[in-house]
């Protein structure tokens, strides 16, 4: 399972950013994917998850309202819409696969991870 993420960059606070991640190597419909955020000495924290499809999606309370997650099961890609991003916000976004559809928001619950987006949002 390859797993490649982009979409990051410098955004200034109320601005947004979508970011992506397409997959190769998986039946990429029968894996519930996540999105994830670390910043330096921190661990590493969920922020949004979809099962089959966006009437499946599932959220952290800071990001809600702001972020969506999204998939297109024909292109292996699973998204990020930002929106009124905040300077909190700021971190490496990662996005990951899970085996099966259940929506767990434990890191060690996804066997797969991409490499990684910068998202910084200055104030």
């Known amino acids: 399972v390859q797993l490649q993420a982009s979409g990051g960059g410098l955004v200034q606070a109320g601005g947004s950013l979508r970011l992506s991640c397409a997959a190769s190597g998986l039946t990429f419909s029968s894996y519930l994917m996540g999105w994830f955020r670390q910043t330096p000495g921190k661990e590493r924290e969920f922020v949004a998850a979809?099962?089959?499809?966006?009437?499946?999606?599932y959220y952290t309370d800071s990001v809600k309202g702001r972020f969506t997650i999204s998939r297109d099961n024909a292109k292996n890609t699973v998204y990020l819409q930002m929106n009124s991003l905040k300077p909190e916000d700021t971190a490496v976004y990662y996005c990951?696969?899970?085996?099966?559809?259940?929506?767990?928001?434990?890191?060690?619950?996804?066997?797969?991870w991409g490499q990684g987006t910068l998202v910084t949002v200055s104030s």
């Open positions: 979809i099962r089959w499809s966006r009437d499946n999606t």
């Open positions: 990951a696969a899970r085996r099966t559809m259940t929506v767990v928001t434990n890191p060690a619950a996804f066997g797969s």
